[in-house]
C-alpha cells in the first residue's frame, strides 16, 4: 500500500468519512462534551488515542483468532471486551505516569469504554479489509488515526457553534438540546459537501 | 462443539484482559493519602477556590503534606478548621471571617449615564464598549455579572451599584473574578473604614463625573494615626489590617466616600 494510498485514507477518514457527522457514531459525547472548547479537546485526544490502541489490538484478535475459526460473529461481544480492558488499562497507566492528562480527562476517560464511534471504528475497518484485501492493519491503523482526528475536527467546530450560541437571542421553545440538534444538523449538511474531494485531490 | 471453541475463546480473552489488569493495578498502584481523603470530607465542598487551591481536593492533597496553612477556606470558617487541625496534628488557628467589599458607590443618584447601551446586559459585554455606559469610567456597570457568579446570593444590584450582604458573604472571591472593572476585593469582616470608589482620573474630572467620587485630597492621609491610608492612583486606599475605625477620615472627607464598615 503506497503513501499515497495512505495519505487518501488518512484524508478520507477525517473528512468524507467523518465519525461523528457523516456516519453519526458517539453522538453522546458530541453533544455532552462540546459545550466548551478545553473539555472538547480533551475528551478527542482520550478517543483519538484509544481508537488507534483498540484497533492495534482487534485487528489481529479478528484476523488471526476469530476468523480461522469462523467466530466472526463473536466481534461485537469480544471487541467491547478488549477496549473495556483497554481503556481501564490506559487509565491505570495514566494515573501513574501522568497524572496531569488523568486528572484533565477525568470522568471522559472511563466513558469512552462504551463509546460507539470507538466500537465502529474497529469494526467497520475490517469490512473495508472484506471489501479491499489491500485495506491491511498499516492501513486500518491509518484509518483509525483519521477517524480520531475527525472526531476533534468535528468536536472542536461544534464546541466553537455552541460558544457563540450561547450568546444567541433564541425562541424558548429552541432552548437547549432542540437548538444544539438543529445546530449538529447543519455542521453535519456542511460536512456533504466534502463527498468525492479525496478522490478528486489525490487523481 | 463450535460453541464450546466460541465460549472457549471468550473466556480466555476475557481472563488475559483480567489478568493483565490485575497486574497492572498492582504493579502500577498510585498509594492514596489517608489523610487527604479524611481532609476532604471535612471541607465544605463548594469547589470554589477561594483557599487558592484548584477545588477541595487539592487543597486536602496540600494540607496533608503540610504545604498549605490552615484556615484558608473562608466557606467552611472556623468550624473546617477545629476538624481539620486533629487530622494534621496542628494547632487550631483563630479564623478571621471575611467578605467581598464593593469599591464603588456610583448609584443614579451619584453618577449618571452618558451613553445608551442595548446589547447583551453584562458588565463584561458592556465593558468593551468604550468602557461602558457610566459617566465614570472606573465605576460599577450594574448589570451584575458578580450577582450572577455568587452562589450564596449575597450580592443585590440597588439603583446602579452591586451591594453584598456581609451575612450571606463567605468570601469564596467569585464575584472579585467576575467584575471587569475590578471593583471588589475580600477584606476581613471587622469594623473598619472603607474607600468606595476606584477612579483613578484627578480630582477635577472626578469631580465632574460623580458626586461621591474621591478626588486624591489627601485629608485621610493626614488625618490618620495609624497610618492605614494610602492615595494611590488618585483614590485613597485603606488598609483594613492597620485600620481601627476610629473614623475620623470618614468625617474629613468631603466628598463622603468612606464609609464605616461593621
Same mark, same amino acid.
Given at each position: 500500500?503506497?503513501?499515497?494510498?495512505? !495519505?487518501?485514507?488518512?484524508?478520507?477518514?477525517?473528512?468524507? =468519512? %467523518?465519525?461523528?457527522?457523516?456516519?453519526?457514531?458517539?453522538?453522546?459525547?458530541?453533544?455532552?462534551?462540546?459545550?466548551?472548547?478545553?473539555?472538547?479537546?480533551?475528551?478527542?485526544?482520550?478517543?483519538?488515542?484509544?481508537?488507534?490502541?483498540?484497533?492495534?489490538?482487534?485487528? $489481529?484478535?479478528?484476523?488471526?483468532?476469530?476468523?480461522?475459526?469462523?467466530?466472526?460473529?463473536?466481534?461485537?461481544?469480544?471487541?467491547?471486551?478488549?477496549? @473495556?480492558?483497554? #481503556?481501564?488499562?490506559?487509565?491505570?497507566?495514566?494515573?501513574?505516569?501522568?497524572?496531569?492528562?488523568?486528572?484533565?480527562?477525568?470522568?471522559?476517560? $472511563?466513558?469512552?469504554?462504551?463509546?460507539?464511534? #470507538?466500537?465502529?471504528?474497529?469494526?467497520?475497518?475490517?469490512?473495508?479489509?472484506?471489501?479491499?484485501? *489491500?485495506?491491511?492493519?498499516?492501513?486500518?491503523?491509518?484509518?483509525?488515526?483519521?477517524?480520531?482526528?475527525?472526531?476533534?475536527?468535528?468536536?472542536?467546530?461544534?464546541?466553537?457553534?455552541?460558544?457563540?450560541?450561547?450568546?444567541?437571542?433564541?425562541?424558548?421553545?429552541?432552548?437547549?438540546?432542540?437548538?444544539?440538534?438543529?445546530?449538529? +444538523?447543519?455542521?453535519?449538511? +456542511?460536512?456533504?459537501?466534502? %463527498?468525492?474531494?479525496?478522490?478528486?485531490?489525490?487523481? | 462443539?463450535?460453541?464450546?471453541?466460541?465460549?472457549?475463546?471468550?473466556? #480466555?480473552?476475557?481472563?488475559?484482559?483480567?489478568?493483565?489488569?490485575?497486574?497492572?493495578?498492582?504493579?502500577? @498502584?498510585?498509594?492514596?493519602?489517608?489523610?487527604?481523603?479524611?481532609?476532604?470530607?471535612?471541607?465544605?465542598?463548594?469547589?470554589?477556590?477561594?483557599?487558592?487551591?484548584?477545588?477541595?481536593?487539592?487543597?486536602?492533597?496540600?494540607? *496533608?503534606?503540610?504545604? @498549605? &496553612?490552615?484556615?484558608?477556606?473562608? $466557606?467552611?470558617?472556623?468550624?473546617?478548621?477545629?476538624?481539620?487541625?486533629?487530622?494534621?496534628?496542628?494547632?487550631?488557628?483563630?479564623?478571621?471571617?471575611?467578605?467581598?467589599?464593593?469599591?464603588?458607590?456610583? %448609584?443614579?443618584?451619584?453618577?449618571?449615564?452618558?451613553?445608551?447601551?442595548?446589547?447583551?446586559?453584562?458588565?463584561?459585554?458592556?465593558?468593551?464598549?468604550?468602557?461602558?455606559?457610566? =459617566?465614570? +469610567?472606573?465605576?460599577?456597570?450594574?448589570?451584575?455579572?458578580?450577582?450572577?457568579?455568587? =452562589?450564596?446570593?449575597?450580592?443585590?444590584?440597588?439603583?446602579?451599584?452591586?451591594?453584598? %450582604? $456581609?451575612?450571606?458573604? &463567605?468570601?469564596?472571591?467569585?464575584?472579585?473574578?467576575?467584575?471587569?472593572?475590578?471593583?471588589? *476585593?475580600?477584606?476581613?469582616?471587622?469594623?473598619?473604614?472603607?474607600?468606595?470608589?476606584?477612579?483613578?482620573?484627578?480630582?477635577?474630572?472626578?469631580?465632574?463625573?460623580?458626586?461621591?467620587?474621591?478626588?486624591?485630597?489627601? &485629608?485621610?492621609?493626614?488625618?490618620?494615626?495609624?497610618?492605614? #491610608?494610602?492615595? =494611590?492612583?488618585?483614590?485613597? !486606599?485603606?488598609?483594613?489590617?492597620?485600620?481601627?475605625?476610629?473614623?475620623?477620615?470618614?468625617?474629613?472627607?468631603?466628598? &463622603?466616600?468612606?464609609?464605616?464598615?461593621?
Amino acid at each position: 500500500m503506497s503513501l499515497t494510498q495512505l !495519505v487518501g485514507i488518512f484524508l478520507a477518514a477525517i473528512l468524507t =468519512e %467523518n465519525y461523528i457527522l457523516c456516519k453519526f457514531f458517539g453522538i453522546c459525547p458530541f453533544l455532552g462534551v462540546s459545550k466548551k472548547l478545553d473539555t472538547a479537546l480533551g475528551m478527542s485526544a482520550a478517543v483519538t488515542f484509544v481508537m488507534v490502541l483498540a484497533t492495534a489490538v482487534t485487528w $489481529p484478535i479478528y484476523t488471526f483468532i476469530l476468523v480461522p475459526k469462523e467466530l466472526d460473529y463473536l466481534q461485537t461481544l469480544v471487541f467491547i471486551l478488549v477496549i @473495556a480492558g483497554l #481503556v481501564q488499562l490506559v487509565e491505570i497507566v495514566l494515573k501513574k505516569y501522568m497524572p496531569p492528562l488523568y486528572n484533565a480527562l477525568g470522568i471522559y476517560l $472511563p466513558l469512552i469504554t462504551t463509546n460507539c464511534a #470507538v466500537l465502529g471504528v474497529t469494526m467497520l475497518v475490517l469490512d473495508k479489509g472484506v471489501e479491499n484485501p *489491500s485495506f491491511g492493519y498499516i492501513a486500518s491503523l491509518v484509518n483509525a488515526l483519521g477517524a480520531g482526528i475527525g472526531f476533534l475536527v468535528a468536536m472542536v467546530m461544534f464546541a466553537g457553534v455552541r460558544e457563540r450560541l450561547e450568546s444567541c437571542d433564541i425562541p424558548k421553545s429552541l432552548q437547549g438540546l432542540p437548538i444544539t440538534l438543529v445546530s449538529a +444538523s447543519l455542521v453535519a449538511c +456542511s460536512f456533504l459537501g466534502f %463527498n468525492g474531494i479525496v478522490d478528486k485531490l489525490l487523481q | 462443539m463450535n460453541i464450546l471453541i466460541a465460549v472457549l475463546i471468550v473466556v #480466555v480473552i476475557g481472563l488475559i484482559v483480567g489478568i493483565v489488569l490485575a497486574v497492572a493495578s498492582v504493579l502500577m @498502584a498510585v498509594p492514596v493519602d489517608e489523610k487527604a481523603v479524611q481532609i476532604q470530607e471535612q471541607l465544605p465542598g463548594a469547589n470554589c477556590g477561594a483557599c487558592g487551591f484548584s477545588g477541595c481536593s487539592g487543597y486536602a492533597a496540600a494540607l *496533608s503534606k503540610g504545604e @498549605a &496553612k490552615l484556615g484558608l477556606c473562608s $466557606p467552611g470558617g472556623q468550624a473546617v478548621i477545629d476538624a481539620i487541625a486533629p487530622i494534621i496534628g496542628a494547632e487550631s488557628v483563630q479564623s478571621v471571617p471575611k467578605t467581598a467589599v464593593v469599591h464603588c458607590n456610583g %448609584n443614579d443618584d451619584n453618577t449618571s449615564k452618558v451613553t445608551r447601551y442595548q446589547g447583551l446586559q453584562s458588565c463584561l459585554a458592556a465593558t468593551q464598549l468604550y468602557g461602558g455606559m457610566g =459617566e465614570c +469610567s472606573y465605576g460599577c456597570i450594574g448589570f451584575g455579572d458578580c450577582m450572577a457568579a455568587c =452562589e450564596y446570593g449575597a450580592i443585590k444590584v440597588c439603583s446602579g451599584v452591586a451591594i453584598v %450582604n $456581609p451575612e450571606e458573604c &463567605k468570601a469564596c472571591g467569585k464575584c472579585v473574578e467576575a467584575c471587569p472593572k475590578k471593583l471588589i *476585593s475580600i477584606e476581613p469582616k471587622k469594623p473598619h473604614a472603607v474607600v468606595k470608589c476606584s477612579n483613578c482620573d484627578k480630582g477635577a474630572l472626578t469631580r465632574k463625573s460623580c458626586k461621591v467620587g474621591c478626588i486624591g485630597c489627601m &485629608k485621610c492621609v493626614k488625618v490618620c494615626e495609624n497610618d492605614a #491610608v494610602k492615595v =494611590e492612583n488618585f483614590h485613597a !486606599v485603606i488598609d483594613p489590617e492597620k485600620c481601627t475605625a476610629c473614623g475620623k477620615c470618614v468625617e474629613q472627607c468631603p466628598q &463622603k466616600v468612606i464609609h464605616l464598615s461593621k
